[in-house]
């Protein structure tokens, strides 16, 4: 395998333990009956998006944007994480 290949496969394996991670936090809480926390965990992932760019294309960062603060408006949680400043 060319390093190149390599380099996705490994970005890729990386992804998915994350993702599966959160996600196995999320799931975790929900069936512990903890929905607050489980809604916390997920806001604080969006909010890390909404306030680090990475490497999209302008134009679909500002779709992802605005989805995401049309969520702020129903969510009081994604609303909160969504003020607070990037560490």
């Known amino acids: ?3 190149s290949l390599r380099s996705i496969y490994t ?10 991670t959160i996600s196995l936090a999320v799931l975790t809480q929900l069936e512990a009956g903890q929905t607050d926390r489980a809604k916390l965990i997920l806001a604080r992932e969006v909010a890390s998006y909404y306030h680090h760019s ?7 960062r500002q779709k992802m944007l605005t989805l995401i ?9 994604l609303k909160d994480q969504l003020s607070k400043t990037s560490k």
Do not use: V
């Open 11 to 20: 970005g890729m394996q990386d992804k998915q333990e994350y993702t599966a």
């Open 54 to 60: 990475f490497g999209q294309s302008q134009a679909e």
């Open 69 to 77: 603060e049309a969520a702020g408006e129903k969510s009081p949680i």
């Open 1 to 3: 395998m060319d390093a």
